[in-house]
């Protein structure tokens, strides 16, 4: 199974600015899943976009596919110091029926 | 509410020394997934449970094995833990598998060391 690579590893930014990351995949997917992770926590879903649509949107966050490119990008729009924590990405190949994630982006947002 | 709960969060155990693992869903559903995630790495997946059958990851080490005696419990067994074995083990569920908008409910993990 393939695994996704998030870019940038680490992200820190002031409380009020936009956090972008990337995501980039090897093989074809149905859908990609984007979770976030809170220190020591479990994983929380946050959107899931279908390999046939380009943009998704949830309240402050927005989701691009690019499947010619494989990769996603996870916009947080007007950051919070909640939203401190690691947002991973994740596939669901079409050869295979599981999750794989990958190593994910840690981002921290002072206040 | 309904949820994924795993038990201990904590779980401290002897080189060798045989452990265990649990995770209880309230959800019903169909699947149940074992992650293991080491400090600052990607979640793994272990195996998982599709129903009654299951399914192992072929680079799962045999020292791990799983049971689930019914729908709402599954739980996770070492049976030689190593000093490598110590991580964050995550239990989740999904209605489905192999389903579109299948997504992923995670308990809160159990943190194992081995000493």
């Known amino acids: 199974s393939q695994q996704g690579e998030e870019d940038p590893q680490a992200l820190s930014i002031q409380e009020g600015e936009n956090a972008t990351m990337n995501c980039s995949y090897k093989t074809s997917i149905n859908n990609l899943q984007w979770y976030r992770q809170n220190s020591g926590r479990g994983l929380v879903h946050l959107i899931l976009?279908?390999?046939?649509?380009r943009e998704k949107h949830s309240g402050r966050l927005r989701v691009t596919l690019d499947t010619s490119k494989k990769s996603s990008s996870l916009l947080i729009t007007a950051s919070r110091a909640a939203d401190t924590a690691s947002y991973f990405c994740a596939t669901d190949d079409s050869g295979y029926s599981t999750l794989t994630f990958g190593k994910g982006t840690m981002l921290l947002v002072s206040p | 509410d309904a949820m994924v709960i795993q038990n201990p969060r904590y779980q401290v155990t002897q080189f060798g020394k045989p452990v265990t693992l649990s995770c209880s869903q309230t959800?019903?559903?169909?699947?149940m997934y074992w992650y293991q995630q080491k400090s600052s790495q990607a979640p793994k997946l272990l195996f998982h449970y599709y129903d009654k059958d299951f399914n192992n990851e072929a680079d799962t080490p045999d020292n791990f094995q799983s049971r689930r005696p019914n729908t709402s419990f599954c739980f996770l067994d070492i049976r030689s833990p190593g000093l490598g074995d110590a991580a964050m083990y995550l239990c989740?569920?999904?209605?489905?598998?192999?389903?579109?908008?299948?997504?992923?409910?995670f308990g809160s993990g159990t943190q194992l060391s081995v000493l």
């Open positions: 989740a569920t999904s209605r489905d598998r192999g389903v579109f908008d299948e997504k992923l409910f």
């Open positions: 959800l019903n559903h169909n699947v």
């Open positions: 976009i279908r390999s046939n649509e």
